[in-house]
């Protein structure tokens, strides 16, 4: 079956943060919204018919995952990342967010630091000073167009309080995909510093043209016992609204702390129609994937096309996974409120503030292309028209 992903989909009064919302978080209104990291596209049909079968049944009381919930998780990241998990390794979470927090709190104590590879999804820097934690640090650096982690520096700032070393692999918002190399080096210094590897990659599944994901835990035995790994399908299959991922952790001490934490905040129970849509996206949803990751590889060789030839002075930090562009906009020698207020007010975009994302992020935009192509040209041409419109 051939899956339309050029089918605009209104989503304005469906209480969505992207588009109904962008008013409220980006004081603006008229923005094309490319911000919030959800897709544009109907979710497909296999997913749609297993909840809607589930909800005629009517009755949607306290409800318990069965093993085939368990089995699709396995079968999916047996088949896709080469992992062979086992059913006890995986703990329900009712999103990556909700997990990260919960690790802090479970591994580490107040005052303790926790390290961070900033630009980086910015709920990382809160998951660690909301918990009273102190957070340390180590940018990544950018060398010809790819990001690339400072080992060097990353060991400097381990010390006897330093406990967690949290990653986003593949690498939102800078679209690295971590390589098998650079994971070893990562998990070695973990190992040798006594350091807990907490890897998000809630992004593995959407991994571009020629590049590969490589599950840092499944690099070796060692590794795996420093790791937390964690897992969804909500970016691979548009269903953040179902609350439904998994952590998944093989060292049995490590896994018991962690669920330890879970059954203290009793949110382990989890969503009914998040359970269907999880088991139904992973049984079915391989084709799907396939023509999907097909079509955001068309969108970001359109805006690299694009920007060549007709915006030069921004340039795009090329993804080697994710839906998401990282724009450099440093050319325009703008301050970062010079740079927001012309992406919002004169190009009219709703993109996510690259210093949001910690250090690294200054000059930088972020730009979620999961969606529609004739969304991403208007983008283009809204910026290429606000561009010119400076000179
Ligand atoms: C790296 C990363 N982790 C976690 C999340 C969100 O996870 P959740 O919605 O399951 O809390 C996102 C969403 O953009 C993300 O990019």
């Not at 080992?151 to 679209?175: A, C, Q, Y």
Request: proline share 5%; hydrophobic share 40%.
């Amino acid at each position: 079956m051939k899956y339309d992903f050029d089918e605009i989909i209104h989503r304005k009064g469906t209480s969505c943060v992207k588009w109904d919302y962008a008013e409220r978080f980006l004081e603006a209104s008229d923005v094309l919204p490319m911000w919030v990291a959800d897709m544009d596209f109907r979710t497909p049909d296999f997913i749609v018919d297993a909840v809607r079968e589930r909800a005629e049944h009517e009755v949607f009381g306290y409800t318990l995952r069965p093993d085939s919930y368990y089995e699709s998780i396995i079968n999916w990241i047996g088949k896709k990342h080469h992992w062979n998990i086992e059913k006890d390794w995986i703990i329900f979470s009712p999103g990556i967010v909700p997990a990260v927090n919960m690790a802090v709190m479970a591994y580490t104590q107040p005052g303790d630091k926790v390290i961070v590879q900033p630009p980086v999804y910015f709920p990382f820097f809160s998951a660690v000073t909301e918990n009273g934690r102190q957070l340390v640090y180590n940018q990544l650096v950018l060398n010809n167009g790819r990001y690339y982690m400072d080992f060097d520096d990353l060991e400097k700032k381990i010390d006897n309080r330093t406990k967690m070393v949290i990653i986003s692999n593949p690498h939102n918002p800078g679209g690295s995909a971590w390589t098998k190399e650079e994971l070893e080096k990562l998990g070695k210094i973990c190992i040798d510093h006594n350091q807990i590897l907490v890897s998000d990659e809630i992004h593995s599944d959407l991994v571009l043209k020629s590049f590969k994901h490589t599950v840092a835990a499944n690099i070796s035995n060692e590794i795996a016992k420093v790791s937390v790994t964690m897992m969804a399908p909500s970016k691979t299959f548009n269903l953040a609204g179902m609350a439904t991922s998994s952590v998944i952790i093989s060292d049995p001490d490590l896994r018991n702390t962690f669920q330890v934490m879970l059954d203290r905040v009793h949110v382990g129970m989890g969503n009914l129609f998040g359970m269907v849509a999880s088991e139904a996206a992973y049984t079915h949803g391989e084709k799907w994937l396939q023509q999907l990751v097909e079509y955001i590889q068309g969108n970001v060789d359109f805006v690299d096309g694009y920007l060549k030839n007709n915006i030069p002075k921004v340039r795009m930090i090329r993804p080697e996974a994710t839906y998401m562009i990282w724009l450099d906009f440093r050319e325009l020698k703008m301050n970062d409120r010079e740079l927001k207020d012309f992406i919002i007010l004169k190009a009219r975009l709703g993109l996510n503030d690259g210093p949001t994302f910690g250090p690294g992020g200054d000059g930088f935009q972020r730009m979620n292309v999961a969606c529609p192509q004739a969304l991403v040209k208007e983008a283009m041409h809204r910026l290429e028209k606000a561009i010119k419109s400076l000179s």
